[in-house]
């Protein structure tokens, strides 16, 4: 894991904020699916959905950033899945990810020392096997809402290819992405690099249909990338913006492109998404 700022694997300036972030988007998200599942109950179109909620935590690390003292993603969601989905009865299946060893054992001794009413499963392998083992046991989920949560440990860890793989399968299961965009462009752009995409290419082969982008933080441009098939959210307080509006096409440009880039190109973004 590669130190930041003094530490290893977290950003002091980013991280608080991230998970404030993310802690606020996983229970709005939980409240909005509550929301739908009861609308389309009220409407008595039960045959097109579950009443489960499918959460995936796709870099899921030990579940407590001990530098920081500040939970991780894993028990923000199950904290937000007790309070907001088991008393209205929806019931969470939450997947968490994590390939390297040692956070992998410190999250699977937390979860079973927890006092959740349900059991997350604990996966021990890369989120590109993660996708594809998925792929192999489901059909398309066509009834499940739900999160999938991506917070790679460097851009090659974001798993470009098999996103728009998951984002077919789960077409209700909505997508959030921690993307550190100049780390993901510096290593895009160097010359051995050959695997990744523009950002806004990223953002068109998902195909959700409504992205909303946060604006940028620091000098690594710290930003957030949701995804969704349904509404979107809009969280102006949080900085967060839909893409198509002007604003968030600015944000995206100053995401998506390098400095020299920007100078060379006279064109906006929505010409090529």
């Known amino acids: ?34 929301g739908a599942i009861k609308r389309y109950e009220r409407e008595g179109w039960t ?35 007790q309070s907001v989905l088991v008393p209205e009865s929806v ?8 390939k390297e060893q040692e956070p992998y054992k410190q999250l699977r001794t937390r979860i079973h020392n927890s006092s959740f009413s349900f059991m997350p499963t604990i996966w021990h392998m890369d989120n590109r096997e993660c996708i594809t083992t998925l792929r192999k046991q489901n059909p398309i989920m066509t009834k499940s809402f739900g999160l999938a949560y991506f917070d790679p440990n460097g851009p090659t ?4 290819e098999e996103l728009p793989i998951f984002a077919n399968q789960w077409p209700k299961v909505d ?27 990223l953002i068109k082969a998902i195909g959700k249909d409504k992205v909303m982008v946060r604006e940028p933080e620091g000098k690594y441009l710290w930003s957030m990338l949701g995804f969704t098939n349904g509404p979107a959210l809009k969280w102006k307080k949080q900085k967060f913006h839909l893409l198509d509006s002007p604003y968030g096409q600015r944000i995206l440009q100053k995401l998506t492109l390098t400095n020299r880039e920007r100078e060379g190109i006279q064109t906006t973004l929505f010409d090529f998404i």
């Not at 009443?51 to 935590?57: E, G, K, Q, S, V």
């Not at 019931?91 to 994590?98: A, D, G, L, R």
């Open 1 to 34: 894991m590669p130190k930041q700022n003094g530490i290893e694997g977290y950003s002091k300036e980013w991280t608080p904020i991230k998970q404030r972030f993310v802690k606020g988007f996983i229970s709005t998200n939980m409240i909005m699916v509550v």
């Open 47 to 81: 045959n097109r959905i579950n009443r489960h909620y499918y959460y995936f935590d796709m870099n899921a690390g030990s579940g407590y950033i001990d530098e920081l003292s500040l939970d991780g993603s894993p028990i923000i969601a199950a904290k937000a899945a």
């Open 91 to 98: 019931t969470p299946y939450m997947v968490f990810v994590e």
């Open 157 to 160: 860890q974001l798993p470009v």
């Open 175 to 201: 997508i959030l992405i921690n993307l550190p965009a100049a780390s993901y462009n510096r290593v895009r752009t160097a010359p051995q690099c050959h695997s990744l995409p523009y950002i806004h290419q």
